[in-house]
């Protein structure tokens, strides 16, 4: 079923927004990751900084409407990791989310919304680029060492 | 789809939650469920144990924060067992260990409960 819905190359997945899906995407990711030579630990780094960038999507850009796409390219270029995630729904402006202070965040019970600050400590980069009512785009970058692992 | 499941096992007063597979955003209402059986039951002495649980993302962590104000308003906690490194690795990322308690073992979570107890008669 899934086949027929999913569109699986080496490099690319084009995948619906659904929560069900994060677990294919996960597997995507891992086989990915464990080719470019990362370790183990680097590599579930990866997988949940990709997960949360989904999570995120299928919650605020689709808010959770079940057939938005999720397209998910993988890049490398000499030692840099790319995993480039593009979605057809709702922008927001990254700028405008401040890194949490953890301690408050949690006095205060907030649920949701650590995903993004996971991201960007678990990755060497994470961009954003969005066009309203277009595109948009978060890429996480991880830097690959010299021995071609990390 | 990721394979993920609960169990409750009840020692006494302490209710333990056991963890198993994948917990995500797909997967997180299941343990929210979970949290909520043992709420109806007026069951506030909690460990949840981690053993089997080989991965977690945010959407899993925020269930504990979603629960932690109920139970400790009926004089209850919520205590963390028996992570992996990698599992333990994310909630020390995110702050966790300043506002859970997280015990090596099930068995030393749940003696904390019962001296709290006793100290309390």
Redesign the interface.
């Known amino acids: 079923m899934k086949a027929e819905k999913n569109i699986l190359t080496r490099n690319k997945l084009v995948i619906k927004s659904r929560?069900?899906n994060?677990?294919e995407i996960?597997d995507f990711i891992s086989s990915a990751a464990v080719n470019a030579g990362f370790t183990k630990?680097t590599t579930?780094n990866i997988i949940?900084a990709v997960?949360?960038a989904c999570?995120n999507i299928?919650?605020h850009a689709y808010q959770y409407i079940p057939d938005g796409e999720i397209i998910l390219t993988l890049k490398t270029a000499e030692n840099i990791f790319t995993i480039e995630i593009t979605d057809h729904g709702k922008s927001f402006e990254p700028g405008l989310i401040p890194n949490p202070d953890?301690?408050k965040?949690?006095?205060q019970?907030?649920?949701?919304g650590?995903?993004m600050?996971?991201m960007k400590?678990l990755m060497d980069e994470v961009k954003y680029e969005s066009v309203p009512g277009k595109f948009n785009t978060v890429s996480l970058s991880k830097f690959i060492n010299a021995n071609g692992s990390k | 789809?990721?394979e993920f499941s609960t169990s409750v096992t009840d020692k006494g007063e302490v209710s333990t939650i056991f963890l198993k597979g994948?917990l995500?955003?797909?997967t997180a209402p299941m343990l929210e469920n979970t949290f909520s059986g043992l709420i109806d039951k007026n069951r506030y002495s909690i460990v949840v144990n981690f053993k089997d649980l080989a991965?977690i993302?945010?959407?899993g962590?925020?269930v504990f924060?979603?629960f932690?104000?109920i139970v400790r308003d009926n004089k209850g906690d919520i205590k963390l067992a028996a992570m992996t490194d990698?599992v333990y690795n994310?909630f020390d990322?995110?702050?966790?260990p300043?506002?859970y308690d997280i015990f090596k073992s099930e068995e030393e979570a749940i003696n904390k409960f019962n001296e709290t107890k006793n100290l309390e008669s």
């Open positions: 929560t069900e994060l677990s996960r630990e579930d949940l997960d949360e999570t299928i919650k953890l301690k965040y949690l006095d019970r907030r649920v949701g650590l995903g600050y996971l400590t | 789809m990721a994948f995500d955003a797909h991965y993302s945010s959407a962590l925020g924060m979603a932690i104000e990698k994310i990322l995110l702050g966790f300043l506002l």
